[in-house]
């Protein structure tokens, strides 16, 4: 079935440094990739996502680039801050009728100070 | 302010009974959508609604149960069939031609 695996599981990296995490996914149907941060005890919410059409988005510190022949879709964080600490989940749907998410696993970031 | 809204936080329940997990959305959103979330999971869909008193089910939709009689509202009944119901739900809704979801802030079942 569909499957989207997220990579890696966690990440620690120095305050300011980038910060990449990558996903991989089945569905050569999906055209929808959101990125969506979770804190601790709180629903995720959307950060950045990018369409099928589109190889790349920036918003900001944050960046989505989409390779849809390779099927892999990545999350890029610039200059990260103490407060990008999160757990990042990343997404796969197509916008056609309901949009069933198949999420990935998840990534711990840790951003040290 | 419009947003979706899961109550209660928390909930604890004995083992063997059923128990309703609550989702308001004043969104004003056609779909809604319930998702259980496991330590080192991804987020893993339970069932949908894409409109009122239509539902279907995700994939791992045993021993859970849901109604969708209002446009706001989706609750999510835990049964004493589901044998492993302690878990973080989270409730999350979207518009019409939007593959956005918005999600609410989750509720953890703990089941003893």
């Known amino acids: 079935g569909e499957n989207v695996e997220q990579h890696p599981s966690t990440l620690s990296v120095q305050e300011g440094d980038s910060a990449v995490i990558k996903c991989t996914y089945s569905d050569s149907a999906s055209n929808y990739f959101p990125w969506y941060k979770q804190e601790l005890g709180k629903g995720p919410q959307l950060i950045i996502d990018i369409r099928s059409n589109v190889g790349e988005k920036k918003d900001q510190r944050i960046a989505v680039t989409l390779n849809k022949t390779a099927k892999h879709f990545s999350l890029h964080i610039t200059e990260t801050q103490p407060e990008d600490s999160a757990v990042y989940f990343c997404?796969?749907?197509?916008?056609?009728?309901?949009?069933?998410?198949?999420f990935g696993t998840g990534t711990r970031l840790k951003v040290l100070a | 302010d419009g947003g979706i809204t899961q109550s209660p936080k928390y909930l604890f329940r004995k083992e063997g009974q059923n128990v309703t997990l609550s989702c308001e959305q004043n969104l004003n959103h056609d779909a809604m959508y319930w998702y259980r979330q496991d330590p080192g999971q991804g987020l893993r869909l339970i069932y949908y609604s894409q409109i009122v008193n239509d539902f279907q089910k995700g994939d791992i939709a045993e021993g859970y149960s849901v109604s969708r009689e209002k446009k706001e509202s989706f609750p999510l009944t835990v049964t004493s069939a589901q044998k492993n119901p302690t878990a973080f739900y989270l409730c999350?809704?979207?518009?019409?031609?939007?593959?956005?979801?918005?999600f609410g802030q989750g509720t953890r079942l703990t089941v003893v």
């Open positions: 999350a809704s979207s518009r019409p031609g939007s593959a956005e979801a918005f």
């Open positions: 997404a796969a749907t197509y916008t056609s009728g309901t949009y069933k998410y198949i």
